[in-house]
């Protein structure tokens, strides 16, 4: 199946500092990411769909100037969360999807944040 | 809004069917039926979808009825690996959780 990576796979941060998390469609072109993000014990919540070449389209009570999102390429989406604060600390995790006939998503395996 | 029900925990034996139902009473006719799983701490992992008519994979099987009001997920001998949150998915255009269920296989 397709493969999608996430890099960084943990990271700490100190509060107001901002971290950028890199999501790769590694076989495949992707024109749309998604990005979730998952508290401990939680469902996945969707943040936000990326477009390539396109202005991402934030879910309602996500904040687009918290939460940057480019999509540069076909291949390659970004998440950086800004002047990041505990709150913040959570798993993110992309998606890619395959432009079949089924629209099916395949994830990466994810980017722990944590937040001091 | 998720638009599917599931029940939010099962048990299943090692080595038997564990099937894994999901109720979407209000999806749309060109809606397909996905069906994904997360191990703890990973990113979730594609099993398999359907639009209306019973589909099987080396995974698992999907059986959706007729009316396709609901569905279900038969991993047909399941291992202990199989442990995880089964999620059921109905959209066209992007994937929004619900609860899923919590499957523990045990010995």
């Known amino acids: 199946g397709a493969v999608v990576s996430q890099h960084p796979s943990r990271v700490i941060c100190k509060s107001g500092t901002s971290v950028k998390i890199e999501c790769r469609s590694l076989d495949f072109q992707a024109t749309t990411m998604f990005w979730y993000r998952q508290f401990p014990k939680k469902s996945l919540m969707l943040m936000a769909t990326?477009?390539?070449?396109?202005?991402?389209?934030?879910e309602q009570g996500v904040e687009k100037d918290k939460f940057l999102i480019n999509h540069a390429s076909l291949t390659l989406s970004t998440l950086t969360v800004t002047s990041a604060h505990p709150e913040d600390s959570s798993f993110y995790i992309c998606?890619?999807?395959?432009?079949?006939?089924?629209?099916?998503?395949?994830f990466g395996p994810g980017t722990r944040l944590t937040v001091l | 809004d998720a638009k599917t029900t599931q029940p939010t925990s099962m048990d299943c034996a090692e080595g038997r069917a564990a099937n894994l139902p999901c109720n979407h009473s209000?999806?749309?006719?060109?809606?397909?039926v996905y069906w994904y799983r997360q191990i703890h701490s990973q990113g979730p992992q594609y099993i398999i979808h359907g639009l209306k008519n019973n589909e099987t994979n080396e995974m698992a099987s999907l059986i959706i009825t007729e009316d396709r009001k609901s569905s279900t997920l038969i991993l047909p001998h399941a291992t202990l690996r199989d442990t995880a949150v089964y999620y059921c998915i109905v959209n066209t255009d992007k994937l929004i959780f619900g609860t899923g269920t919590r499957l523990q296989v045990f010995p």
């Open positions: 998606s890619a999807r395959d432009m079949g006939l089924s629209f099916r998503g395949f």
């Open positions: 209000t999806i749309s006719g060109n809606e397909y």
């Open positions: 990326s477009n390539e070449g396109s202005k991402a389209t934030y």
